[in-house]
T-cell receptor, first 114, second 112 residues
Framework: EPEVTQTPSHQVTQMGQEVILRCVPI?????FYWYRQILGQKVEFLVS????????KSEIFDDQFSVERPDGSNFTLKIRSTKLEDSAMYFC????????????FGEGSRLTVL | QKEVEQNSGPLSVPEGAIASLNCTYS??????FFWYRQYSGKSPELIMS????GDKEDGRFTAQLNKASQYVSLLIRDSQPSDSATYLC????????????FGKGTHLIIQP
């Protein structure tokens, strides 16, 4: 069964450093997402990406965040200058079309900022 | 502001009994509702989707939606220890672009 894959599974970084989280969505899916879950808290929408551009972004997705699909398969989330409060699990997800919340989630990348 | 509210629990249910999980939401425009299961340290996994008022059954799971009351529920029949997890209620109101709004989840414990 096709799946969303994410790397790395866990990254530890120093505050102020740049981090890139990578995702390979399911190949025939059209919408891609990043979500964040701080430990013990709810899953929060960060950004959606369709047709090689951002469709929507939340208030959390400020100027320190960026996304891109550099080679048609990988979908990356870059955090430019990490803060302690960026420590969280970051989930990539994809769906085959619009008007469906039946997200296929990757296993997540745990980011720890020291 | 779109909000999804759930009782965080823990909700403890004996094995074989019915577990009842509830969720309320604030956005009257919401069209689609979902229940995800999340094991500790893992990613959410879709259990059920429901789009219209009434009940929807899938195996041991039944989702119930009442848009007038802005209420969604999930029933798990014949609860098993493997059902022990956090159950996340989510809603979609803006098409695919807006993503889902999740509740904080209800921690369910099935006692053998």
């Amino acid at each position: 069964e096709p799946e969303v894959t994410q790397t790395p599974s866990h990254q530890v970084t120093q505050m102020g450093q740049e981090v890139i989280l990578r995702c390979v969505p399911i190949s025939n899916h059209l919408y891609f997402y990043w979500y964040r879950q701080i430990l013990g808290q709810k899953v929060e929408f960060l950004v959606s990406f369709y047709n090689n551009e951002i469709s929507e972004k939340s208030e959390i997705f400020d100027d320190q965040f960026s996304v891109e699909r550099p080679d048609g398969s990988n979908f990356t989330l870059k955090i430019r200058s990490t803060k302690l409060e960026d420590s969280a699990m970051y989930f990539c997800a994809s769906i085959p079309g619009i008007n469906t919340g039946e997200l296929f989630f990757g296993e997540g990348s745990r980011l720890t900022v020291l | 502001q779109k909000e999804v509210e759930q009782n965080s629990g823990p909700l403890s249910v004996p094995e074989g009994a019915i577990a009842s999980l509830n969720c309320t939401y604030s956005d009257r425009v919401s069209q689609s509702f979902f229940w995800y299961r999340q094991y500790s340290g893992k990613s959410p996994e879709l259990i059920m989707s429901i789009y219209s008022n009434g009940d929807k059954e899938d195996g041991r799971f039944t989702a119930q939606l009442n848009k007038a009351s802005q209420y969604v529920s999930l029933l798990i029949r014949d609860s098993q220890p493997s059902d022990s997890a956090t159950y996340l209620c989510a809603m979609e109101s803006g098409g695919g672009a807006d993503g889902l709004t999740f509740g904080k989840g209800t921690h369910l414990i099935i006692q053998p």
